[in-house]
């Protein structure tokens, strides 16, 4: 997905937000946002979203000194969301679709997303994930939630590279991954986070805490992108996303930076949080993503 100009005032408020989650002071913020304001007239539209928010978060890291701004964020959203694990599962046993309400659970998990809600309520969001009133899952025959597509690649893959997104969401890619591998253990599956700090994003330790590592192979992409820049990746990453036969693809920022990657077969699953994904994909922000890669510009 190419950068569009209506991104350009959320990359000063990322910068801000990570600013003030570290509380720094104002004299620091703004020289944050001068380094951000020189650097975009050289940052073509066509790049991705992610790749500008690596050269932004790359600025605030030096700036501040704070090599891992989100870290203790990202703790506590690992720790509460851990807590919850039981009741996951057990809406899990109670389901009559078990893989299917873990699809939804781990989708639904994507709303853990402190670049687009960095005032986020970490127990309320949980609370809501348990007791959403209102079913936000679109059917299989809607555009936007391809279930069908997705079990009929998943049976067929035997390689499948699941791409991480936020810390708080590995315990929901845990119950999802578990539910694949009791349905088909024989596949090959690898887990990969970001190779440094960004955002809160996933790293190798913090899949480890999620025990991730019972239902896969850990590894990490050896970039700092909040996404999937496959070009910048290590190559021993892309060796293994050319390999896969399935890629499961969590959340907006892998969206942003893969939509569109022709040749791949990538499974999107996130949850519209931004107006301007919505507008790429013509739905609605709320709504929730299981959508097959077709090469969309």
Avoid: W
């Amino acid at each position: 997905m190419k950068t569009y100009i209506e991104c350009i005032p959320c990359f000063f408020r990322q910068a801000i937000e990570a600013a003030d989650v570290i509380g720094v002071s104002d004299k620091k913020k703004k020289e944050i946002i001068n380094q951000i304001a020189h650097s975009i007239p050289a940052f073509p539209l066509t790049a991705t979203p992610p790749e500008m928010g690596q050269i932004i978060y790359k600025i605030v890291r030096t700036v501040t000194g704070n090599k891992d701004p989100y870290l203790s964020l990202k703790q506590k959203s690992h720790e509460q969301t851990m807590n919850k694990y039981g009741l996951f599962m057990n809406k899990i046993n109670k389901s009559r679709n078990k893989l299917l309400t873990a699809v939804e659970l781990a989708i639904a998990g994507n709303i853990i997303d402190f670049g687009v809600k960095n005032s986020l309520n970490i127990q309320a969001e949980i609370e809501k994930i348990l007791h959403r009133e209102e079913r936000e899952i679109k059917n299989e025959n809607e555009k936007c939630f391809q279930y069908t597509l997705f079990i009929k690649k998943l049976a067929a893959a035997h390689k499948i590279l699941y791409l991480a997104d936020n810390v708080g969401e590995t315990v929901f890619d845990k119950i999802l991954l578990e539910q694949i591998k009791k349905k088909y253990p024989e596949k090959e599956i690898c887990y990969a986070v970001r190779g440094f700090p960004v955002l809160n994003d996933a790293l190798e330790t913090d899949a480890y805490n999620a025990e991730i590592n019972n239902y896969a192979r850990i590894i990490n992409n050896g970039y700092d992108a909040p996404g999937t820049i496959l070009k910048k990746s290590s190559i021993a990453f892309q060796k293994t996303f050319k390999a896969a036969d399935l890629i499961i693809s969590k959340g907006q920022g892998n969206f942003e930076s893969l939509s569109g990657k022709k040749g791949y077969p990538v499974f999107f699953l996130f949850m519209v949080k931004c107006p301007i994904v919505a507008k790429h994909l013509d739905c609605e922000v709320g709504n929730i993503i299981l959508k097959y890669n077709k090469g969309l510009k």
